[in-house]
């Protein structure tokens, strides 16, 4: 059984930085794409990140340049680094994995088979 667990959510004011965590356990498939997602309040689900089995990684343009996505196999974690963060960044974030399809921030959310319950955050101004 698959499980996604996040971590590391809080509040930040403007300018500041934040580390998510995601820890895996159940997944034996060979190849995923592993990805972050956020929900803002009335707003729909979007992607912010994605990271396949070799490493590669998309961004939203809204992040780009001010998140990391990335992983330590030997932990079984993802991880999101948040930096330079702003209100509008402000919502609940998720990690998801899929086994199939492509891997990139533009996916659509529903198509991912796995989740975590979510790590709200909120940044201030």
């Known amino acids: 059984q698959v499980q996604l667990v996040e971590s590391g959510g809080g509040s930040v004011q403007t300018g500041g930085s934040l580390r998510l965590s995601c820890a895996v356990s159940?997944?034996?498939?060979?190849?995923?794409?592993m990805g972050w997602f956020r929900q803002a309040p009335g707003k729909e689900r979007e992607g912010v990140a994605t990271?396949?089995?070799?490493?590669?990684?998309t961004y939203a343009n809204s992040v780009k340049g001010r998140y990391v996505i990335s992983q330590d196999n030997a932990k079984n974690t993802l991880y999101l680094q948040m930096n330079s963060l702003k209100p509008e960044d402000t919502a609940w974030y998720y990690c998801?994995?899929?086994?199939?399809?492509?891997?990139?921030?533009?996916?659509?959310?529903?198509?991912?088979?796995?989740w975590g319950q979510g790590t709200q955050v909120t940044v201030s101004s």
């Open positions: 998801a994995a899929t086994v199939s399809g492509s891997c990139t921030a533009g996916r659509q959310w529903t198509t991912f088979e796995y």
């Open positions: 159940g997944y034996t498939y060979r190849r995923y794409c």
């Open positions: 990271l396949n089995t070799n490493d590669y990684t």
